[in-house]
C-alpha cells in the first residue's frame, strides 16, 4: 500500500506565500511523475503543476511565474512553493504520484487526502 500525505496548507492573507510538501510512503519500487492539483468549491479538480521523475516541469497556464513545483527523490518528496497568492487561489490542493510498487508491476495512480489552502483578501 501507498500514502501520500501532503502537509503546509492554511490560511493567508493575500500576497503571501505557502509551501505545500507530499510525502509518499510504503510499498514503492519507483516513483514516476508527480504532481499537484486543486479543487475549489463548485469547480472542477484541475492541474497546478506536474513533474517528471527527471526534473521536468509543467504548469497550468494561469500559475505560471508564481508557483514552483519541485521534489526530492531520495526523500520520495514533491513540493509546491506558491507566492504573490490570490483569493482565487482558494482550494483543496491534491498530491498525486505515479507509482511502481515492485519490479515489473505497473504504474498506479495515487492520490493524497488534500490540504485545504485559503487566502483571504
Known amino acids: 500500500q501507498v500514502q501520500l500525505v501532503e502537509s503546509g496548507g492554511g490560511l493567508v492573507q493575500a500576497g503571501g506565500s505557502l509551501r505545500l510538501s507530499c510525502a509518499a510512503s510504503?510499498?514503492?519500487?519507483?516513483?514516476?511523475?508527480m504532481g499537484w492539483y486543486r479543487q475549489a468549491p463548485g469547480k472542477q479538480r484541475e492541474l497546478v503543476a506536474h513533474?517528471?521523475?527527471?526534473?521536468?516541469?509543467n504548469y497550468a497556464d494561469s500559475l505560471k511565474g508564481r508557483f514552483t513545483i519541485s521534489r526530492d527523490n531520495a526523500k520520495n518528496t514533491v513540493y509546491l512553493q506558491m507566492n504573490s497568492l490570490k483569493p482565487e487561489d482558494t482550494a483543496v490542493y491534491y498530491c498525486?504520484?505515479?507509482?511502481?510498487?515492485?519490479w515489473g508491476s505497473g504504474a498506479y495512480d495515487y492520490w493524497g487526502q488534500g490540504t485545504q489552502v485559503t487566502v483571504s483578501s
Open positions: 510504503g510499498s514503492i519500487f519507483s516513483i514516476g511523475a
Open positions: 498525486n504520484a505515479l507509482v511502481v510498487v515492485r
Open positions: 513533474i517528471t521523475s527527471g526534473g521536468r516541469t
